[in-house]
């Protein structure tokens, strides 16, 4: 059973914007309602990086300096979604986009969500 669930990417042009979308789970362990959570990206050839979090209540969000004053990270809790309005993306934005919760550091993942990585949605940007 998926427990993260991302959805939205697509073919964008260079400046233009997308919306991702991340579903988890309320109700089975992990809950991750009860955790901070963020974006994460894998751009072709290189490891996963931090691209934005947000807290448990949907408040205080943390963004890359490669992102930042572009993208937009909000969290519904009335339907456990989490999103990452991207503006003006750039073709070195183009990655597999996940979603995880984060640890104190809002930076990284923690230990026990290592196992929880969902498929991601691929974003690409062209030129």
């Known amino acids: 059973q998926a427990l993260l669930i991302e959805s939205g990417g697509g073919l964008v042009q260079a400046g233009g914007s997308l919306r991702l979308s991340c579903v988890y789970t309320?109700?089975?362990?992990?809950?991750?309602?009860?955790?901070?959570m963020g974006w994460f990206r894998q751009r072709p050839g290189q490891e996963r990086e931090f691209v934005a979090a947000v807290t448990r209540g949907g408040g205080g969000p943390a963004y890359a300096d490669s992102v930042q004053g572009r993208f937009v990270i909000s969290r519904d809790l009335t339907i456990d979604t989490m999103y990452l309005q991207m503006h003006v993306v750039k073709p070195e934005d183009t990655a597999v986009y996940y979603c995880n919760a984060v640890d104190d550091s809002r930076r990284a993942v923690p230990q026990w969500a290592e196992d929880y990585w969902g498929q991601g949605t691929q974003v690409t940007v062209s030129s």
């Open positions: 309320a109700y089975s362990e992990p809950i991750f309602r009860n955790y901070p």
